[in-house]
Nanobody
Framework: QVLLVESGGGLVQAGGSLRLSCVASGRIYSSSFMGWFRQTPGKDREFVAGIRWGVGNTYYADSVKGRFTVSREMGKNTLYLQMNNLKPDDTAVYSC????????????????WGRGTQVTVSS
């Protein structure tokens, strides 16, 4: 069992930055993939960024490339998402998830999820 808790969301003006954290309790195997997704009302979860837990390879949605950076601190079982140059379209609830099967940008394959943290970007 893995419990995930996100933090770091908030209200920021366009062009600003936020850093999200996701702390995992329970073992994260090196073969796992951890991802950040976001969701707005009435829409499905959208893949934002992710990382192969063991080797650290990172992946991004085209909409956030060059602005967001995903990283992890294995010793603290923590996943991060540094978000720079935020835009109003980035407004959403951001959640982290674990896919024990490896790389995936599809939310339905993830076994564990946090409750999410709200990010609101004003224009």
């Amino acid at each position: 069992q893995v419990l995930l808790v996100e933090s770091g969301g908030g209200l920021v003006q366009a062009g600003g930055s936020l850093r999200l954290s996701c702390v995992a309790s329970g073992r994260i195997y090196s073969s796992s993939f951890m991802g950040w997704f976001r969701q707005t009302p009435g829409k499905d979860r959208e893949f934002v960024a992710g990382i192969r837990w063991g080797v650290g390879n990172t992946y991004y949605a085209d909409s956030v490339k060059g602005r967001f950076t995903v990283s992890r601190e294995m010793g603290k079982n923590t996943l991060y998402l540094q978000m720079n140059n935020l835009k109003p379209d980035d407004t959403a609830v951001y959640s982290c998830g674990v896919d024990r099967g490896g790389y995936s940008t599809v939310a339905s394959t993830y076994e564990y999820w946090g409750r999410g943290t709200q990010v609101t970007v004003s224009s």
